[in-house]
């Protein structure tokens, strides 16, 4: 399984601990207010500020906050002025990363980057050193319990989705970015419900780890998604099953 599936399934198990709930809100205020200022405070004609509404939604933000983001992304309240970077590098087991960053001061950022890649047995690199290996895409989870495979393929095939794939537990559909929106229209239509939806970075290639680097890569991925500034780590990582069993024990 991919490090994207793999990594996203962890999470919901271990579940948001309490003391890390202001950390994922600051994180989904930053990108409400940079999607408002991108694309406009109107979610219905701003499909990033939609998902990013959605996200905060799901994770029960506030709807005060919500709107205190959009206006301080239009304009319309004073607020910090977030930049977007992309840092690139290698972890553990020559595995690719990519990391989404959104920070007020570049400087800071790059180096607790630069950091926590040398501490969890990794380097950061230049840019464009692993992007390559990513393509951008839709992508939803579904799990097996929710729904028939020939039932799934059918509602999200005819929406515009490319593939799907069969997992452990559940099924990865992949689109094209612009068909993402469609494709959840559609399932839900049909009364599917999905466990995740979102944009992602979507890896070529996978890097199978044994239990020693598939430890300091998970490890490396949390330390990286603590940092404040750190929006998302996609990484091409695969893990077996039977390694996952053995890192549970």
């Given at each position: 399984?991919?490090?994207?599936?793999?990594w996203?399934?962890?999470?919901?198990?271990k579940?948001v601990?309490?003391?890390?709930?202001?950390?994922?809100f600051?994180?989904?205020i930053?990108?409400?207010?940079?999607?408002?200022?991108?694309?406009?405070?109107?979610?219905?004609?701003?499909a990033?500020?939609?998902?990013?509404?959605?996200?905060?939604?799901?994770?029960?933000?506030?709807?005060?906050?919500?709107?205190?983001?959009?206006?301080?992304g239009t304009?319309?309240?004073?607020?910090?002025?977030?930049e977007?970077?992309?840092?690139?590098?290698?972890?553990p087991?020559?595995?690719?990363?990519l990391?989404?960053?959104?920070?007020?001061?570049k400087n800071?950022?790059?180096?607790?980057?630069?950091?926590?890649?040398?501490?969890?047995?990794?380097?950061?690199?230049?840019?464009?050193?692993?992007?390559?290996?990513?393509?951008?895409?839709?992508?939803?989870?579904?799990?097996?319990a929710?729904?028939?495979?020939?039932?799934l393929?059918?509602?999200?095939?005819?929406?515009g989705?490319?593939?799907?794939?069969?997992?452990?537990?559940?099924?990865?559909?992949?689109?094209?970015?612009?068909?993402?929106?469609?494709?959840?229209?559609?399932?839900?239509?049909?009364?599917?419900?999905?466990?995740?939806?979102e944009?992602?970075?979507?890896?070529?290639?996978?890097?199978?780890?044994?239990?020693?680097?598939?430890?300091?890569?998970?490890?490396?991925?949390?330390?990286l998604?603590?940092?404040?500034?750190?929006?998302?780590?996609y990484?091409?990582?695969?893990i077996?099953?039977?390694?996952?069993e053995?890192?549970?024990k």
């Open positions: 399984m991919s490090g994207h599936s793999k996203s399934q962890i999470k919901r198990k579940g601990a309490d003391a890390k709930r202001g950390q994922v600051t994180k989904l930053k990108e409400i207010t940079v999607a408002a200022r991108m694309g406009g405070g109107d979610p219905e004609g701003n990033r500020l939609r998902t990013a509404i959605a996200d905060a939604r799901a994770d029960n933000m506030p709807k005060d906050n919500i709107e205190r983001a959009i206006k301080k304009g319309e309240l004073a607020g910090v002025s977030y977007e970077f992309m840092y690139e590098g290698y972890g087991g020559g595995t690719a990363i990391v989404e960053a959104m920070t007020d001061n800071r950022t790059s180096a607790e980057i630069r950091y926590i890649f040398s501490r969890g047995s990794g380097n950061l690199g230049e840019a464009g050193c692993v992007a390559w290996m990513f393509h951008k895409k839709g992508y939803l989870e579904v799990a097996k929710a729904v028939q495979e020939d039932r393929m059918e509602v999200a095939l005819d929406a989705a490319e593939d799907i794939k069969d997992g452990d537990q559940e099924y990865e559909v992949i689109t094209d970015p612009q068909n993402l929106e469609a494709v959840k229209k559609a399932l839900e239509g049909a009364g599917i419900k999905y466990q995740a939806a944009l992602t970075m979507y890896p070529q290639t996978t890097v199978t780890l044994d239990e020693k680097h598939a430890e300091q890569m998970l490890r490396l991925m949390e330390q998604e603590d940092n404040d500034d750190v929006q998302h780590v990484a091409n990582f695969d077996p099953d039977s390694v996952m053995q890192l549970g």
